[in-house]
């Protein structure tokens, strides 16, 4: 295998796993320091200049940046990171010092967003400063989208929702809220210089089965019933609930009907519990709320009598693996079960809708009806509009959202400037050393061995009485600081200089993790078994030098490096340095070249 | 600031036969300086105790003052440890040895510890051949006091102040074949692959081990012109070949030429397995190493591997016929069998 490229930005941004995992690339070891070190405010801006939305993410994100968190795999639980986000949220001070300045005289283009969710408002949030002229579309009174009309209050407080969205609106953003566009035509001919399309996935997917149309009067479509709750258009729920689906809109659906009078609320899953879409922490949630989840049963029929809803009935299935390997659910010959209920909520997926887009525009769509999208520069097959969040490659999650939607913005500027798309911005890097002495770093390397610190809830009984009540508590700041001291700060990157390497094996017998290994040179796959530890982890990089006087290599797993720096601080010449690796995804407006 | 080392492992640390991973065979991180070579081979009795399946506790680790001497920090935290007087521990090493013939006994000492203030001290315990393993961290200066030229350091040799050794270095290899050690091997700190193997021979060696390695001071002695640098001594080094330990129960899986290979049957019943390179020399005939350590000397070379070993040895409790039973299991009438027995030796002796 060939020595690695330690100028490669991107082979440094992998090993920052939980900024490589979060779509949006936010550096989270950068702004976990920041929150050690009780500077929430710039912790705070951190976020939002790369998600844009802190204060909703850290309480509602997806959070795929946990499961890739290294500290997940040399113990038990990784760094709460999104919780942490929070708590810069939370404490920060006013940010309005660190805001950009939106240009009083424009640019001189006009663009309109469709939709005034997180994709929309997160190319809102690049473009304005640029001094391009917006117009935001979207069917109800007040922007944010799903994150209005889907999240519940209890896990997002309005509070924090308008705080996020109307800092963006108030970049002299041109509004024209509960206007439906019911026609793309009409939009492109009032002649924008592009048109951004971040229209969701707004269309739940119902379930045609006996019984659901006589009892439509008690059966509802999950997000439209939220939307409803949102809206105050629906106040209450009987007695006695159904939640089919296994996602976090289920969960949704089950804890705010908990909210608004459901006593005896059941989720109904068909796949097993391990299975379901909805995340674990959110599973958990419910289940404390006293809901709980069937799984492994498929929906037959509803079970209507003169004309009133009174139940389901469910075929019980059990996960059984084909000679494929594919999981089927085959029917396990039980009697069918019947589960009582007054109303249902339908979760069982969303879709898109592009009926109110003309077919003759340009805009090419596939067999499934889904607009055929570049996905890295996010541009329809009309050169002049873009697509981006849930309405661009189907449903995700916010922070994707807010991913796509910082890309399109780059492609529209881009395109207004008469670039090609294509010619993408390099990443903003900066790469400095931490070395402050002898024993000195300028990052806390003493590794903490505090096990993953639980977010504090509201009292159950308070919650439950009160759909408004935001359930979890966040961290108080003692107890940020301890789970912020948890992060390996892996942005502190381990940088081998070959030819300052005396092979003297002082950072590979002080590696308390074994990651590092002087050998014979091999192939990959043969090298990932002669190490002092086998790196079996072929997800994660290793890193080989040149060779070495003797002739060796030196090669470090990736895998498991605590990022302690004892390898540098045992190293007499100086051959390892500890250095900060800052990654910043490129924006709209700034082409920075890569500096390493 | 890291003084601690962090107290996690890679979650797929091999484990050895008690269930133990190489973790619990270190000890706390070291003071020395940074790339200093004791520190490797710190690492190598690490490695080695952990392939050999040692209980922690059926070790002694003994040493003198010196750098060398501080190390039995960094390695075995669960064994017991004895921090002697300077250049002492082989006289601390016969009392533990006799009074308890039970535990594996590891010597650590320097060049200065044995070379010059424990000269008297180390040549007795070679020739009495007592049974533990004594390795010197031989980096040619007096690191702790900031690197005066030792007795080890070969003539002509530069030191960081840059004056020339005006004396003749004691070679203390050569010195304990002399003095009819049983079990000499030389290696170099930065040569795990060779240095493991031959602790671990050590180890089941029945008798006085004498393992002479080359450290290399990185903070006084790693300068051009130095002959105990990492570069000189990887330039110099000849090896006598490659060195298998196989211990007692495993299998030889290696195969050498025949002719180029020799095998010892330690008394343990463990293997030695060594791939000749020099066909003059045999690790079981004390004059050809003496000759061919004096070669290799002329040459400015530095022969590297196991030198010799006799696995005949009988080691000082068998000479002496004292009791294989610790004193501390014996009961106070064998300890002390009282006056009348007292009496009945002084009578015998008029």
Redesign the interface.
Known sequence: MESTKTTDVEYFHKVVDCQHACPAHTPVPEYIRLIAAGKYTEAYVVNWESNVFPGVLGRTCDRPCEPACRRG???EEPVAICRLKRVAADFKDDITPYLPDIPLIKNGKRIALIGGGPASLTVARDLAPLGYEIHLYDENHKGGGMMRTQIPSFRLPATVLNEEVDRILDFGIHTHFNKYVGSLAEIINENYDAVFIGTGAPKGRDLHIEGREEGKASIHIGIEWLAGVAFEHIKSIKPNVIVLGGGNTAMDCCRTARRLGGENVKVVVRSPFAEMKASPWEKEDAQHEDIPILDNHVPKRFVVEGGILKGMAFEKVHAVLDENGKRQLLPTGDPEVFIEADEVLIAIGQENTFTWIERDLGIEFDKWNMPVVDPNTFVSTRTNVFFGGDAALGPKNVITAVAQGHQAAISIDLFCNGVNVNERPAPDVKFFSTKMGI??WSYD???S?DQRFIVPQADKAKTLKDRLKEVELGFDLQTAFKEAERCLNCDVQTIFTDDKC?????C???C????ITFTAYAEESELRKNLS??A?NLQQDLMVSGAL??GRVMVKDED?C?H???CA?????AAWDMKQFLYNTAKAGHTCSVAL | MSYIKPKFHHPLLPKNNLGYTRKDYEGSISTLCAGCGHDSISAAIVEACFALNVEPHKVAKLSGIGCSSKTPAYFLQNSHGFNSVHGRMPSVATGANLANCDLVYLGVSGDGDSASIGMGQFVHVVRRNLNMVYIVMNNGCYGLTKGQDSATADRGSISKGGDATLFEGIDLCSLAIELGATFVAQSFSGDKSQLVPLIEAAMSHRGFALINVLSPCVTFNNNPGSTKSYTYVREHNEALGNIDFVPVGNEITTTYNEGESVQVTMHDGSKLRLNKIDNQWDPQDRLSIISALKTAQQKHEILTGLLYVDKDSVPLHVKLNTTETPLNQLQEDKLCPGNNRLQEINVGLR
Do not use: S
């Not at chain 1, 005396?502 to 002082?506: F, G, L, M, T």
């Open positions: 795999r040399i113990e024993h000195e390397n003493d590794i061995n005396i092979e003297c094996d002082a590979m017998d002080v308390p993790t074994n990651c530890a086998p079996l006087k003797t498991v605590l302690c720096g004892l601080e045992r190293c007499p010449t």
